[in-house]
């Protein structure tokens, strides 16, 4: 058996990296895609490895040298017009070496596991195509196959049609061709072909026209669980480097903070998000209105905030709505002066806006991190402090306050003339969440130094959405706030979906319940596993204290590395210096389930 690698194109999407070099020569976590191909391939035994090199050829063929010449041959084939043909052009001028042997074609710009090779010689069919089921990211070739995985139909770009991607398998771009279909049929119609249409075309497209004959023996293999990916851009380079990443790989995801649906495989237990909410009846509707949200401009900040306070039941003149409360808490911390009492571990991302110094710590001496109104009272009386923030339920500890002892901690504030800053996105996880609630007008005139902060995100489940509000009876603050950020700071869909939210009131009290029942059971569940210790919480997340066995990283790493699952290690925050907790999500029960089942197997 023989490999043929395309390499001859010129890889303009990667910008910079390529103006110098081919694409293959792109390094992936310092490792170039040639040199990690070619050292899979000199693995197999091959006879010949036949690189067809055009744009840059001269400065591979160099780079490559005679590395390799000890485990496997290598031949070259030079497209001199590579800038003005395709890649069937490329396989077209190696057909002579296509015809000698059973062969392994490769394209130059995928990474994949090592399996990947062994998959596709150990199988007994002759001729092969590696595919994976359709995924968002995917780009380029689709095939369809038959229950036999025989090929039926390869589609091209401009034939994809999104209403049948439950039938389409991406080509990897690797495949295994026996010299008798490469003579008989691969040839033939490739020269036929590329004679009637002409070089600019891809070698795919003389596939198509095979599988429309009977008895080609052309099959799909489909890959499960092994990674892969296509590198046509930077973002492409980005996403490798963070799949395919060993010791790094957990900081590369957390570094991400989100966008986890490139990464469809991942079980993200980092985030905090509803699993029950919005319900497919609320997402058909914001889908029925798709081409219209898109196409239109959202309304401005009055109509927003007149949205927002019917979404909350608050009066519109207390309410500024939020590119999510990040966008908010940034516009509240640049307006506060003076220093702020803080409890340690928390949310982050109020700290983060303002200098060290300006933080009044506390940090509950207790193992789980838990504390009462009463101890936030006694620590920060006779502190010198302007503010004073709380985040209830509070990330990570998931420590919850009730609503009578938050009024009392809000009426101490007033009397020290303290702003007290509640961020309440957690409160609707909390048992008798209907009534936990500050968001009202009666409690937000009663205490005029209070601020209400609400993420949407989390119970209700919508992060891409990306919504927020601030909630005050203090006008002079909310004035303030409306005019610092944009007047289109929230989309279409986003104000949309405040819009109708009230149809849809019902659906989101039963997710909330149904959250409750599964949070029980899920703690349940974990105090099962011998080396955690689960700390109760009142939000949709649990803080465990690794006991034994693990460090938090440790755990963390190789529940990435072996069963693709994110948690989030606590270790980073302020606070845990010295400790191992992790922050676990509560999701649906299959999602938790399959947490649940990695960790009885360490």
């Known amino acids: 058996m023989q490999a043929i690698i395309l390499a001859a194109g010129m890889g303009k999407r990667l910008g910079e990296l390529t103006r110098n070099n081919t694409k293959c020569m792109v390094k992936v976590n310092e490792v170039t895609l040639i040199d990690r191909v070619l050292s899979q391939l000199a693995k197999l035994h091959l006879k010949r490895v036949v690189i067809v090199v055009g744009y840059e050829g001269q400065k591979l063929i160099d780079f490559i040298g005679d590395r390799y010449s000890s485990e496997v041959k290598i031949e070259y084939v030079h497209n001199p017009v590579y800038e003005k043909t395709n890649n069937i052009y490329s396989l077209a001028l190696a057909k002579k070496q296509l015809q000698e042997d059973d062969?392994?074609?490769?394209?130059?710009?995928?990474?994949?596991?090592?399996?990947?090779?062994?998959?596709?010689?150990?199988?007994?069919?002759?001729n092969l195509a590696l595919v994976a089921k359709y995924e968002t990211w995917m780009d380029g070739t689709m095939v369809q196959i038959d229950n036999d995985c025989n090929i039926v139909n390869f589609i091209p770009k401009k034939a994809f049609n999104y209403n049948e991607v439950d039938s389409y398998y991406k080509t990897v771009n690797i495949y295994k061709f026996s010299k008798e279909f490469s003579r008989s049929y691969y040839v033939p119609f490739l020269e036929a072909y590329s004679k009637a249409l002409g070089n600019n075309e891809y070698y795919e497209q003389v596939l198509r026209v095979i599988t429309l004959l009977d008895r080609?023996?052309?099959?799909?293999?489909?890959?499960?669980?092994?990674?892969?990916?296509?590198?046509?851009?930077?973002?492409?380079?980005?996403?490798?480097?963070?799949?395919f990443a060993e010791e790094t790989k957990l900081q590369m995801y957390q570094k991400r903070y989100g966008?986890?649906?490139?990464?469809?495989?991942?079980?993200?237990?980092?985030?905090?998000?509803?699993p029950y909410f919005p319900s497919q009846r609320m997402k058909d509707e914001l889908r029925a209105n798709f081409d219209t949200l898109l196409t239109e401009y959202p309304s401005g900040m009055f109509v927003n905030t007149l949205v927002a306070g019917k979404y909350f039941g608050v009066k519109q003149e207390y309410v500024v709505v939020g590119n999510g409360a990040a966008e908010l808490i940034k516009s509240l911390m640049e307006r506060l002066e003076g220093y702020i009492g803080i409890t340690c571990p928390t949310f982050e991302e109020y700290s983060n806006r303002i200098v060290k110094e300006r933080i009044v710590q506390f940090i509950p001496q207790n193992p789980d991190f838990s504390y009462s109104a009463d101890d936030l009272i006694e620590f920060f009386t006779g502190k010198e402090l302007s503010s004073l923030l709380l985040i209830n339920p509070d990330n990570p500890s998931g420590n919850y306050i009730s609503m009578e002892n938050v009024l009392l901690l809000a009426n101490w504030a007033s009397e020290e003339n303290i702003t007290l800053i509640v961020d309440e996105s957690f409160v609707d996880f909390s048992d008798d969440y209907?009534?936990?609630?500050?968001?009202?007008?009666?409690?937000?005139?009663?205490?005029?130094?209070?601020?209400?902060?609400?993420?949407?995100?989390?119970?209700?489940?919508?992060?891409?959405?990306?919504?927020?509000?601030?909630?005050?009876?203090?006008?002079?603050?909310?004035?303030?706030?409306?005019?610092?950020?944009?007047?289109?700071?929230?989309?279409?869909?986003?104000?949309?979906?405040?819009?109708?939210f009230?149809?849809?009131?019902?659906?989101?009290?039963?997710?909330?319940?149904?959250?409750?029942?599964?949070?029980?059971?899920?703690?349940?569940?974990?105090?099962?596993?011998?080396?955690?210790?689960?700390?109760?919480?009142?939000?949709?997340?649990?803080?465990?204290?690794?006991?034994?066995?693990?460090?938090s990283k440790e755990l963390a790493n190789v529940l990435l590395s072996r069963?693709?699952?994110?948690?989030?290690?606590?270790?980073?925050?302020?606070?845990?210096?010295?400790?191992?907790?992790?922050?676990?999500?509560?999701?649906?029960?299959?999602?938790?389930?399959?947490?649940?089942r990695a960790l009885k197997l360490l």
């Not at 062969?103 to 002759?126: C, G, K, R, V």
């Open 103 to 126: 062969t392994l074609l490769i394209e130059s710009d995928l990474i994949f596991d090592d399996s990947l090779f062994q998959m596709i010689i150990e199988n007994p069919h002759p």
């Open 216 to 243: 080609t023996g052309l099959k799909a293999l489909p890959l499960t669980d092994e990674k892969w990916y296509e590198i046509d851009d930077v973002q492409d380079l980005d996403i490798a480097e963070t799949i």
């Open 259 to 274: 966008g986890y649906w490139r990464f469809p495989k991942l079980i993200d237990f980092c985030y905090l998000v509803n």
């Open 434 to 500: 209907l009534n936990n609630t500050l968001l009202n007008n009666g409690i937000l005139e009663a205490y005029p130094n209070l601020i209400v902060v609400k993420s949407i995100s989390k119970s209700y489940g919508v992060p891409g959405l990306r919504i927020g509000v601030l909630v005050t009876a203090c006008k002079t603050l909310i004035d303030w706030m409306k005019k610092d950020v944009s007047i289109w700071n929230i989309n279409s869909f986003a104000e949309f979906y405040l819009q109708i």
């Open 502 to 551: 009230t149809k849809y009131e019902d659906d989101y009290k039963m997710g909330c319940e149904k959250f409750l029942i599964e949070r029980r059971r899920f703690f349940n569940e974990l105090q099962t596993i011998p080396f955690l210790r689960i700390i109760p919480s009142q939000a949709n997340f649990f803080m465990c204290e690794v006991v034994s066995s693990f460090t």
């Open 563 to 596: 069963f693709n699952i994110l948690i989030k290690d606590c270790g980073t925050k302020s606070a845990f210096s010295g400790t191992n907790y992790i922050r676990i999500a509560v999701k649906n029960i299959s999602d938790n389930d399959r947490l649940l």
